[in-house]
């Protein structure tokens, strides 16, 4: 009988890879699971209900044998030693599966979002790659989880494509990011499982437009996820006095942080996805952006967004413009084209009923799709 202990690898940073192991673990309560992540140059290890212990990672492999794990979960590698990790799964000859949450298999800053905080294009060369990824604090990364004095972007995916080729399951979240890892190994399998989500749908109560046009910004506003987009919007809506307002619900970059505007409003973080809907509701919201400047995976705050009825805007990339076309669920604009979603906020703010519409569609296609799972 295979024990049934489980090792789950992850980068202790939050987001939405802690938000998908939160509801794994919940639903897995006969399950004994250990977590293990990097941190001060030596991996740490979780057992709930005890005090957390630090391994040095020479003695990766011991500690694993001696915690009698069955299965290996591999949701981030981030500061982990890539070749002595490789090296201790193939010895210990442990199944182990690998969720895709980010990029970082292909690019060590995760969501192709350079230096600069700027979308790169995915570039297929990896000289452009070098020449990004192997300066500054980002090549001292390399060097350690690569344990190599001279990094580079060619062993960097090799390592990890060969981690993922002797996975067990490789599973991603969504069709597109699936489409862009076979970009890189076009040979690799991979199933594509979108993440549950939490949230339980309540259809609210259409009401006629509304001038100003609410908008809602939703999750963490870091830089791949668009905080220098979202300060422009802020600064040409109110120079030029667009009628609408905007409603943020999360953390804010330092940047977002120390803006003040009239039609700006930060209402804070929200302890769970569960009380988000009365919040969009109470602030009375007609839709939402989502802002992230990199392709996402899954993109919790998309999916939320339209479960609860509200079609969203965000930039033609990744997940989350994926599951926006695919329902109607709102508009996705180029990321390329300038002042793309400032102009396409323009368009709805002065044209209220183009959101009730879309809106509508969007309550539509949820109660559609509602009525297709009973």
């Not at 009698?68 to 599966?97: C, D, F, N």
């Not at 990004?132 to 604090?137: M, S, V």
């Not at 040979?187 to 259809?203: A, E, G, M, T």
């Amino acid at each position: 009988m295979m024990n049934s202990s489980v090792l789950i690898i992850h980068h202790n940073g939050g987001g939405g890879v802690s938000q998908f192991i939160s509801q794994w673990k919940n639903g897995h309560k006969d399950v004994t699971i250990y977590e293990a992540f990097v941190e001060h140059q030596t991996v740490t290890f979780r057992l709930e209900g005890s005090l957390d212990w630090h391994v040095p990672f020479s003695d990766l492999k011991r500690q694993i044998t001696q915690l009698e794990i069955g299965h290996i979960h591999i949701h981030h590698l981030w500061q982990m030693e890539l070749p002595l990790l490789s090296a201790v799964l193939k010895e210990l000859q442990i199944p182990y599966t690998c969720w895709i949450h980010d990029f970082y298999a292909l690019c060590p800053f995760a969501f192709f979002v350079n230096q600069k905080g700027t979308y790169c294009g995915r570039p297929k060369q990896e000289r452009v790659c070098d020449a990004c990824a192997t300066h500054g604090a980002r090549r001292v990364h390399m060097q350690q989880m690569l344990v190599s004095r001279e990094p580079s972007i060619k062993k960097w995916r090799a390592i990890f494509e060969q981690l993922l080729k002797e996975a067990d399951q490789v599973i991603a979240p969504s069709d597109t990011t699936k489409g862009i890892i076979h970009e890189y190994v076009p040979d690799l399998k991979i199933d594509v499982l979108p993440h549950p989500l939490s949230l339980s749908f309540k259809q609210n109560l259409l009401k006629k437009p509304q001038v100003p046009v609410r908008i809602a910004l939703l999750g963490n506003l870091a830089y791949h996820k668009g905080d220098q987009e979202v300060r422009t919007l802020l600064n040409q809506t109110h120079r030029l006095q667009q009628p609408c307002e905007f409603y943020h619900y999360g953390a804010l970059s330092r940047t977002l942080d120390k803006l003040s505007f009239p039609h700006f409003y930060k209402r804070g973080s929200y302890s769970s996805p569960e009380k988000l809907p009365r919040l969009l509701k109470e602030d009375h919201i007609d839709f939402v952006i989502i802002p992230s400047v990199c392709p996402e995976t899954f993109s919790y705050t998309t999916h939320e967004a339209i479960a609860m009825g509200y079609p969203v805007l965000c930039f033609d990339l990744g997940a989350q413009a994926e599951v926006v076309k695919r329902l109607g669920a709102g508009w996705a604009v180029s990321i390329n084209t300038p002042h793309s979603l400032f102009s396409k906020v323009t368009e709805l703010v002065n044209d209220p009923w183009k959101v009730y519409r879309k809106r509508e569609e969007t309550l539509q296609s949820m109660m559609e799709s509602l009525d297709r799972s009973d």
